[in-house]
Every structure is written in C-alpha cells, then in structure tokens.
C-alpha cells in the first residue's frame, strides 16, 4: 500500500515563500501524475499544480507564475514551491499520485498566509 507524506507547512506573511514535500513509501514505480491539490475552509477541493509521467506540468490559473512543481530523480518525491503568497492560498495542501490506475493521497498539510 502505498503511502503519502506531506511537510512543508506553516504560518507565512503575505508575499513570503514556502516550499512543500510529499515523500512516498511503498512500490512506486513510474507514476502517471503526480500533483498538490487544496482545499480552503467551507470550499471544494481543486487542483493547484500536476506534472506527468513525461515532464509537462499544469498549473490553476491562480498560482501560474507563483507556483512550481517538481519531482525528485527517483520519482518518490514531488514538491511544491510557493512564492508571493496571498492570503487566498490559505488551504490544507494535499499530495496526490495515480499509480496503476489508482489514486493515492496524502493526509494534508496546513498552509496559512496572513496578510
């Protein structure tokens, strides 16, 4: 069973920076996507960044230019960097991997932007 980790979380200012971690254990092997998804207090959990088996990346129009997803070599381990944090950021971040036609998703990790 595969498992996910986030870290990375915390209280930020305004315009301030962080950078998450999802860390996978189990048999990873080649996943098709792997992304961060969010979801603020009282609303519907959305997509904020993905990139493929093949390297090419998707970003929600309100983090382009801000955002950037990347994977480590061995495939086990994707970050989020976030710059020039808003306040409409704030949301639990959650790591997801579809692996053999099986989406798997981390416990979440809290992101806090003051303004």
């Known amino acids: 069973q595969v498992q996910l980790v986030e870290s990375g979380g915390g209280l930020v200012q305004a315009g301030g920076s962080l950078r998450l971690s999802c860390a996978a254990s189990?048999?990873?092997?080649?996943?098709?996507?792997m992304g961060w998804y969010r979801q603020a207090p009282g609303k519907q959990r959305e997509l904020v960044a993905e990139?493929?088996?093949?390297?090419?990346?998707n970003y929600a129009d309100s983090v382009k230019g801000r955002f950037t997803i990347s994977r480590a070599n061995a495939e086990t381990t994707v970050y989020l960097q976030m710059n020039s944090l808003k306040p409409d950021d704030t949301a639990v971040y959650y790591c997801?991997?579809?692996?053999?036609?099986?989406?798997?998703w981390g416990k979440g990790t809290l992101v806090t932007v003051s303004s």
């Open positions: 990139i493929t088996r093949g390297g090419s990346t």
């Open positions: 997801h991997i579809v692996l053999l036609g099986t989406t798997f």
């Open positions: 189990g048999t990873i092997f080649s996943p098709t996507v």
